[in-house]
């Protein structure tokens, strides 16, 4: 297995098994509170135990974080609720770690992965999803030379998920509107509690508001809270979209985990239901969703700490195509019973969940697996060009100022 290259100093099996045993030497971890428990899992280095020491990891291969996992659950340990703190965990914390400075690394990361704080990402507006680099958001700057200050940021964001419940929120702006579109743009982490943020629900598909609008009006940014060089926000962007697409498509999943666990059960309880033609369909999936499962393991074993490349592209093409398929397969299974739809109520939902609720919900939710985090024909273009080496497609755009573009 590859040593992370990022680790400062690396770790084996038996010193995880170690750090984990004197983790909970120190009291039942099912018994106080959870908040204090996690601080402490932080702090022995056992939340991402490939990040470097200090900052909640051991620098030690990405696979062995499953030993500490499985050990803590059999005890009953609290864990952090990823589905709540998916953008964190998935998105901010290996960019801030790639990308932030020594003093971003500490004030950020420890909050972010006990999910005392939750993050979201201000990155598509109303006219730019696919083509991200046409964001008209603005920061401009306060003072000039030694006299400059503040950053302070107006536009509009969309689809942002998990917005109302974020106290934090990456977010990509246009700093420098006479440059082409992909080098005026700064990343910065917005705090989603300064008055000028304002968050609107936006209702989808499921009945729910899981993502929201997002208005900034004269939101004050301090230059500290800027993440990478003024005009590199598109390259610091690129790290957050290629882990986004690991994250979302690359997660870690026992065998019938995710989409094919409810048909594979649904398929097994109720045998009533079943048809040759279903059969095949179903054993096909199930195959399929394994092999995604695998590969997905394999490319998290490869990845150097905040770097994936477009091998996760591949990944979260899968991930949506076989949801959709799965989701439908169950639906047709149940019947008219899967057209049943238990809950339309408009609720803003704590955590961004793709399997919960029922045949109906899956099927909804899995239709947003194939726009969310790029879109399906837009990770088929990334794998043609830096995979496939095929030829890119034209862009008589990227040499010109962006103020000039045609709107
Ligand atoms: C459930 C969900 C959650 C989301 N959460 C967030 C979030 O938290 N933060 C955030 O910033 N964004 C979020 N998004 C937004 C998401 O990233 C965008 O919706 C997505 O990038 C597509 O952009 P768009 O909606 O503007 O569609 P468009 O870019 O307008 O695309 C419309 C259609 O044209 C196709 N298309 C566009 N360009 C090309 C091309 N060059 N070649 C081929 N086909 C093309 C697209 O594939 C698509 O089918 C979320 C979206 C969903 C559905």
Redesign the pocket.
């Known amino acids: 297995m590859a040593r992370e290259k990022d680790g400062a100093r690396g770790g084996g099996e038996g010193e995880v098994r170690e750090r984990v045993g004197v983790l909970l030497a120190a009291g039942d971890p099912a018994a106080g509170d959870p908040l204090d428990f996690l601080r402490a899992q932080f702090d022995a280095g056992l939340a991402w135990v490939h990040f470097p020491v200090g900052l909640g990891g051991l620098g030690a291969p990405r696979a062995l974080q499953a030993v500490v996992d499985a050990e803590l659950a059999a005890v009953g340990a609290p864990d952090n609720d990823p589905r709540r703190i998916g953008?964190g965990l998935g998105m901010a914390a290996p960019t801030i770690l790639r990308y932030g400075t020594d003093e971003q690394k500490r004030r950020f990361l420890r909050p972010l992965w006990t999910g005392e704080e939750v993050w979201?990402?201000?990155?598509?507006e109303?006219?730019?999803?696919?083509?991200?680099a046409g964001l008209r958001t603005r920061a401009v700057r306060e003072g000039t030379g030694g006299d400059a200050g503040d950053w302070i940021v107006d536009g509009q964001?969309?689809?942002?998920?998990?917005?109302h419940n974020a106290r934090w929120a990456i977010l990509i702006a246009r700093t420098d509107p006479d440059l082409p579109k992909h080098q005026g743009i700064t990343y910065f982490v917005c705090d989603m509690t300064d008055p000028g943020v304002e968050v609107r629900p936006l209702r989808?598909i499921t009945g729910e508001a899981?993502?929201n609008e997002v208005f900034l009006t004269g939101v004050r940014i301090p230059d500290a809270h800027r993440l990478g060089a003024v005009g590199d926000g598109w390259r610091v962007a690129q790290a957050t979209l290629m882990n986004e697409r690991v994250a979302i498509g690359g997660r870690p999943l026992p065998r019938e985990g995710g989409m094919i666990g409810p048909a594979a059960a649904v398929w097994r309880a109720r045998p009533e239901l079943r048809t040759p033609e279903l059969h095949d369909r179903l054993l096909g999936l199930w195959v399929e969703s394994e092999v995604a499962r695998l590969s997905a393991e394999r490319v998290r074993q490869q990845l150097a700490v905040g770097a994936p490349g477009p091998e996760g592209s591949g990944l979260k093409l899968a991930f949506a195509g076989l949801n959709q398929r799965i989701s439908g397969l169950e639906v047709e299974l149940l019947g008219e019973e899967g057209l049943r739809y238990g809950d339309w109520t408009m609720v803003r939902p704590q955590s961004?969940d793709f399997y919960g609720r029922d045949a109906g919900y899956r099927y909804l939710r899995a239709k947003?697996?194939s726009?969310?985090?790029?879109?399906?024909?837009?990770l088929?273009?990334i794998i043609a060009e830096r995979v496939l080496a095929l030829p890119a497609?034209p862009r008589t755009d990227k040499d010109v100022a962006w103020k000039d573009l045609p709107r």
């Open positions: 953008i979201c990402q201000l990155f598509s109303p006219g730019a999803g696919s083509d991200l964001k969309v689809w942002t998920s998990s917005a989808q899981e993502f961004v947003g697996n726009i969310e985090g790029g879109t399906s024909e837009i088929r273009n497609e």
